[in-house]
């Protein structure tokens, strides 16, 4: 089996004080993986090492075949889409969608000067925009979208650059109910695709999970606390333990959904 992600004994300290311990992951290609955590739990710097913005400690880390440290990073790079608000690009609030969405043919933050784009090119940025569900808002400049608009906006851009392996860091944080169903509904889209990237997601709540989701990691402490398939991961006895409160969890047409008992 070929997997998109492969750690290893992968530790990260700061200050002396351990980040991530020990941790064994494997994701295979085109699955969709789910990281959920309490704050603190090493969620943030798992995608920063995933992503190549932070080093491990100790272990090896191999995302798409590439081992880090022994190839360019920025070669690493170019088969990875983040979608991270902390890391986002500070694009001009102006810019159209189009264009922003554009950008990702090139990973610039502007559309090259002098450089023309075929008209092929531009059928892709459309295609991926339409795909989104932002077909109506291809000409609104971008700094006037809203949360949820914004980070289709950015999966949009993302998916221009033909990413291997997708990495979703809460990205449907402050958005309310509806606009994170739409969100969810996209990003489930984007799994049943001919060549679906790998996605890992980050989140705090079950019911930010898409229905493809195949493989849950629970993070605790900086330690892997279980990870497996969700139907066997996501119970209530061990989400309870997860947050140290009493949760019960039930699934409804392949969702899962957390309350506080």
């Known amino acids: 089996?070929?997997?998109?992600?492969?750690?290893?004994?992968?530790?990260?300290?700061?200050?002396?004080?351990?980040?991530?311990?020990?941790?064994?992951?494997?994701?295979?290609?085109?699955?969709?993986?789910?990281?959920?955590?309490?704050?603190?739990?090493?969620?943030?710097?798992?995608?920063?090492?995933?992503?190549?913005?932070?080093?491990?400690?100790?272990?090896?880390?191999?995302v798409n075949g590439s081992v880090f440290g022994r190839v360019p990073l920025e070669e690493v790079r170019r088969g990875i889409g983040l979608i991270e608000q902390s890391r986002s690009p500070e694009f001009p609030p102006l810019m159209a969608v189009r264009?922003?969405?554009?950008?990702?043919?090139?990973?610039?933050i502007c559309l090259p000067l002098g450089r023309d784009i075929a008209e092929t090119q531009w059928a892709r940025v459309d295609r991926e925009i339409k795909r989104l569900g932002l077909d109506g808002f291809k000409d609104h400049p971008f700094g006037r979208l809203s949360t949820g608009e914004k980070m289709k906006a950015l999966i949009a851009r993302a998916m221009l650059s033909d990413p291997e392996l997708l990495l979703l860091?809460?990205?449907?944080?402050?958005?309310d109910i509806g606009a994170r169903a739409k969100l969810i509904q996209h990003i489930d889209a984007l799994l049943h695709r001919a060549q679906p990237p790998t996605i890992l997601i980050v989140t705090h709540h079950l019911d930010e999970l898409p229905v493809?989701?195949?493989?849950?990691?629970?993070?605790?402490?900086?330690?892997?606390?279980?990870?497996?398939?969700?139907?066997h991961v996501l119970t209530s006895e061990r989400m309870s333990d997860l947050f140290a409160c009493r949760i019960h969890v039930m699934r409804d047409h392949g969702r899962f959904v957390a309350s506080v008992m």
Not at 7 to 26: A, K, M, N, Q, T
Not at 40 to 58: E, Q, R, V
Not at 169 to 175: A, K, N, Q
Request: charged content about 20%; some cysteine; glycine content about 14%.
């Open 1 to 62: 089996m070929q997997h998109a992600i492969e750690l290893h004994g992968v530790s990260v300290f700061r200050l002396g004080r351990p980040i991530l311990e020990d941790l064994d992951l494997c994701v295979r290609k085109h699955a969709c993986c789910a990281v959920i955590g309490p704050n603190g739990a090493g969620k943030s710097a798992l995608i920063s090492i995933l992503s190549g913005y932070a080093w491990t400690s100790t272990g090896q880390v191999r």
């Open 99 to 108: 264009d922003l969405v554009a950008t990702g043919l090139f990973g610039t």
């Open 169 to 175: 860091d809460e990205p449907s944080v402050g958005l």
């Open 212 to 231: 493809g989701v195949d493989q849950v990691v629970l993070l605790k402490e900086g330690r892997i606390f279980a990870q497996g398939r969700p139907e």
